[in-house]
């Protein structure tokens, strides 16, 4: 359940994003999460839920959008979709662990007045 | 209403943290290591082999990362090293915020190794950077081959991979041709030992794989 240590970062920095803004209430925080972490999004939507009340994110929604995993290919320079199982470039079948996305955990966007 | 692009790394105070942890590592040319299981596999005994066989030869010390207890402390403190207990008292991983301050306890200067034994988790403990050079994990053989794949993250992110309780394979279903092939699909250029503390078997060769890794970095620092 490191996800509510996540979300404990999340709400620092949007609050800390939305004062500088002069913001007084966030109505949505946009997540972007690689699919090659360990993060739960259901885990992070309920720790969001408890973590929110008495900060001004109270009653904003959480927005989190997957970000696919690609390497590049240190032979042929091709990127290529891998998961964790699969990390081998389709052209010349060589491992890669130049890992180009999917082990995002960063805050894109947020919504507020 | 309106909408404002943050793109910040949700991770980015523990990763700056994580960098002024290395700058004071590196700065004393210390090889940092970050050992983390899920809990009863062997971190701490495979420490205790460690340390008893390297003590004479460099000065190593230990962070001990458990939810509650000083228990682990206790054990590498009778192998008369320096060391550091964190109690998380909960959480279910090291941050680096966790690690400054043990820094901050331990007298570094003439310190060659630092182990820092994460809390027991098989999954969390890989998402947070603490500082160090390598990434070990350590999988026992009574908890299955199946591990690897059931928990990627952690066995991706280690640059090396200790089969431990060798001694007890023969009483499992434990299957290494197939452990050995996810490892290799998982993260193909991971170093792989295997261990029984019971034994005292495969201590000699992580022993000198550490040294060759601290020597390395003691060189390249230089450079």
């Known amino acids: 359940m490191h996800e509510v240590s996540i979300i404990q970062n999340v709400i620092k920095i949007v609050i800390d994003k939305a004062t500088e803004n002069k913001f007084t209430k966030v109505n949505k925080v946009s997540l972007k999460i690689g699919e090659l972490s360990a993060v739960m999004p259901e885990s992070l939507n309920f720790a969001f839920k408890s973590c929110i009340m008495d900060t001004m994110l109270e009653g904003s929604t959480l927005e989190i959008e997957k970000v696919k995993a690609v390497a590049e290919c240190s032979d042929c320079t091709q990127e290529f979709p891998i998961d964790h199982f699969n990390k081998l470039c389709p052209c010349c079948n060589k491992f890669s662990s130049s890992i180009i996305s999917g082990y995002e955990l960063y805050i894109n966007t947020i919504e507020g007045d | ?223």
Request: hydrophobic share 40%; aromatic share 4%.
């Open chain 2, 1 to 223: 209403m309106s909408e404002i692009k943050v793109v910040t790394n949700i991770l980015q105070t523990n990763d700056e943290i994580t960098a002024k942890n290395k700058k004071i590592l590196d700065e004393k040319g210390i090889y940092v290591i970050n050992l983390m299981s899920s809990p009863g596999s062997g971190k701490t005994s495979l420490l205790e082999r460690i340390i008893a066989k390297l003590k004479n030869d460099i000065n190593i010390a230990v962070i001990e990362g458990d939810i509650y207890t000083t228990k682990d402390a206790q054990r590498i403190e009778a192998q008369g090293v320096p060391v550091i207990q964190i109690n998380t008292g909960g959480a279910c991983h090291l941050d680096a915020e966790m690690i400054k301050g043990a820094l901050n306890s331990l007298s570094l200067d003439k310190v060659d190794l630092l182990v820092i034994e994460n809390v027991g988790n098989l999954v969390c403990p890989a998402e947070f950077e603490i500082g160090e050079d390598i990434k070990i994990s350590v999988l026992s053989t009574t908890e299955g081959n199946d591990k690897p794949l059931k928990y990627p993250l952690m066995f991706e992110k280690s640059g090396a991979i200790i089969l431990n309780k060798l001694d007890l394979i023969e009483f499992t279903d434990f299957d290494k041709k197939e452990f050995y092939k996810d490892i290799k699909s998982l993260n193909a250029n991971a170093d792989t030992f295997e261990t029984s503390c019971v034994k005292n078997q495969g201590i000699d060769e992580i022993c000198s794989w550490l040294m060759s890794k601290m020597k390395n970095k003691k060189i390249s620092i230089k450079n």
